[in-house]
């Protein structure tokens, strides 16, 4: 039997409960399939663990972490803590050694989901959206100097290479060659941005060279937000810096009709470190505690490592599940309008998982 070692890493706020209800639909997947099994190891890891220790997670359990074959993340930040101290601490401290280059937020309007915006079906709202994972506007470089003076400077310096663009180019020519439209939008800033993404846009061109099959155009990231609101189907894949991904994908995931729905894969392709698996909604402390958060995102991202580690009809089969659990308005959370609780549609998830009719 294959037996996958998974790090679980609840984290803060609300990303304790998603990741608890994760886990069970993964032991529900592992059980209706037979084939495989989990080893999961949980770590205290986040905000708690700052305020004992003054670290959010031990300097040498990163290489604890790299005999993981998969990391499932559910979130960090909690309000007593500076924000950009629990994202470099933790999540960013993962990602970045672990060179998770590649980010795919994949968004779609899911069965029963009705979206904010009138019009629009589920055949006008499939998008994959790359994110480069690893330099751009979030390389960590830069810093403040002459504090509390009134000459004070902050610098954050956007770092783009001709390696890392390039490699998450052809991630993302790769991603839309798979894709039925074959088709890909790059996103850039390069009217303003005149030499990082100037690269950008240039790299783009040279990548396209080796996927003829691909269609492609380029975007402005504002005029991006316009056409993501006004023309959905004119877009399918999408790539676009660590920065302009970042907000994009939030909005794509409230036009898909809720950010508590979207899930996230933070890739390392090579398969040199584990990958990382997680909801993008954050750790929610204004409903921690309550039994209303919103499991599904969580779901989504464990089909996403299931895939990931090619047991491909068992991620399949959980959102086959997933499908017909937000096709139940019974079993909605408040973030969709409804009344559910975590535990009733995990429970809904679990036990369409072991059905013998999915």
Known sequence: MREHRIAAIPGDGIGVEVVRAGLQALDAVAQRDGGFRFAVKAFDWGSDHYKLHGVFMPADRLDELKRFDAILFGAVGAPDVPDHLTLWGLRLAICQPFDQYANIRP????PGVRPPLEGISAADLDWMIVRENSEGEYAGQGGRSHKGLPEEVATEVAIFTRAGV??????????????????LTVVTKSNAQRYGLVLWDEIAAEVAADFPD???DKMLVDAMTIRMVMHPASLDTIVATNLHADILSDLAAALAGSIGIAPTANL??????PSMFEPIHGSAFDITGKGIANPIG??????LMLEHLGETAAAERLM???ERVTGDPALHTPDLG?????SQVTDGVVQA?????L
């Open 214 to 216: 691909v269609s492609w």
């Open 320 to 322: 086959r599940a997933i």
């Open 107 to 110: 968004t779609r309007i899911l």
């Open 268 to 273: 390392n392709p090579e398969g040199r470190f």
């Open 166 to 183: 390039t490699r998450i180019m052809r991630f993302a020519f790769e991603t839309a060659q798979k894709r039925p439209r074959r088709k």
């Open 338 to 342: 409804g009344t559910a609780t975590t």
């Open 298 to 303: 969580t779901f989504w991202s464990a089909s």
């Open 353 to 357: 998982v072991l059905g013998d009719n």
